[in-house]
């Protein structure tokens, strides 16, 4: 009975998310990391400001507006930050645009030091005929960094 019941459940969960239609992505989103600590810092514990550049791209027929972007370290990486930024830049269909904001980091007690890779998520928000629509991406900025702390 349990294993029917078991079996029940799993095609029923199974079942569910095969019904649920997948949303396209209406939005490419890069980012880099375009600033470093200096080497005399590099070791220093406490905060620091980081420069990001993000571009994005309209993948979609329609104009786009990007609205705010949210950078937030996950997990254990040379710094971690969490940081928002309010945009009112319009996208047209099949255009980039590229962003660029300073964020407050807090180092870690990374082996490479503040200039060490972070992995961040990048939540885009954007105003589109559908109405608000966010796209997420997981990425590593500063991943050329090798054990010396040196790219």
Not at 85 to 104: K, L, N, R, T
Not at 115 to 132: I, L, Q, Y
Request: aromatic share 4%.
């Amino acid at each position: 009975m349990r294993k029917l019941l078991a079996a029940s459940l799993l095609l029923l969960a199974a079942c569910a998310s095969q019904g649920k239609a997948s949303r396209a992505s209406i939005a490419g989103i890069q980012i880099i990391q375009t600033s470093e600590v200096p080497a005399a810092a590099r070791y220093v514990q406490g905060g620091v400001n980081v420069q990001y550049a993000v571009r994005v791209t309209n993948l979609v027929d329609e104009p786009l507006t990007l609205r705010r972007v949210t950078v937030q370290s996950l997990g254990e990486g040379a710094y971690h930050v969490q940081h928002s930024m309010s945009y009112e830049i319009p996208v047209g269909p099949a255009q980039e645009q590229d962003v660029q904001f300073w964020a407050p980091a807090q180092t870690g007690r990374s082996l490479v030091g503040a200039n060490g890779p972070v992995t961040v998520r990048v939540t885009a928000e954007f105003d589109s005929k559908r109405g608000r629509v966010q796209e997420i991406v997981t990425r590593v900025v500063n991943d050329r960094t090798a054990i010396t702390g040196e790219q």
